[in-house]
């Protein structure tokens, strides 16, 4: 993912217990690089008919266009942000604490905000405008966020969930708001097998 290679050394760069750690990772980013540049000649650079990615003959770009893809797609982006971030919002709400000490939380944070910052800012163009390929990077970063936080979450029930109602309500909500986040996704997926279309 294009969310990794800038998360890694500035994850290593915040942590600061190793430089030995950040300029391997500086190493490993820019190795990348590297490939994304040429990839990048590949799909972008070279004429449509000598690309063994063009499409219908066009040249492809990136474009620098703040919220275009997002705001195009989106009917409603506050209602967006609500549905795709509510268990996030509820877990960090309640169990903020504990989370936010824990380094694979940050981390996993860290990949997924940089996955919708890039989203939010970047388009692919012309006609691969609505192809909305910088999207797919964000429910992978979502989910390894969300396989992250489950797993703290559990590790802590397991130390605190039998400690009486005060601290159990707690996780009953947030097993609640999975339950519906699990559920909306079911259904999401349902009517995509049904219909064939994603919105």
Not at 56 to 71: C, D
Not at 80 to 90: K, R, T
Not at 144 to 173: A, D, N
Request: aromatic share 22%; hydrophobic share 50%.
């Amino acid at each position: 993912m294009l969310a990794y290679i800038p998360a890694l050394p500035t994850y290593l760069l915040l942590k600061s217990d190793s430089k030995k750690k950040f300029f391997m990772s500086v190493g490993f980013s820019a190795t990348f690089l590297v490939f994304i540049y040429f990839s990048k000649i590949i799909i972008f650079d070279l004429n449509p008919n000598q690309s063994p990615f063009f499409y219908f003959g066009e040249k492809g770009q990136i474009l620098f266009q703040p919220f275009a893809v997002w705001t195009y797609f989106s009917e409603s982006p506050v209602l967006d942000i609500l549905s795709s971030f509510f268990v996030l919002f509820l877990s960090v709400i309640l169990f903020g604490k504990v989370l936010l000490q824990d380094l694979e939380f940050k981390f996993s944070s860290l990949i997924a905000i940089i996955s919708i910052l890039i989203y939010f800012l970047f388009a692919e163009g012309p006609e691969r405008f609505l192809h909305s390929n910088f999207y797919w990077q964000i429910p992978i970063s979502l989910f390894m966020l969300y396989v992250v936080m489950l797993k703290i979450l559990l590790k802590e029930f397991e130390k605190e969930g039998v400690k009486g109602s005060k601290q159990l309500w707690k996780f009953k909500v947030v097993g609640l708001g999975y339950f519906l986040h699990i559920l909306s996704g079911g259904y999401y997926l349902a009517n995509y097998i049904k219909t064939g279309y994603f919105f």
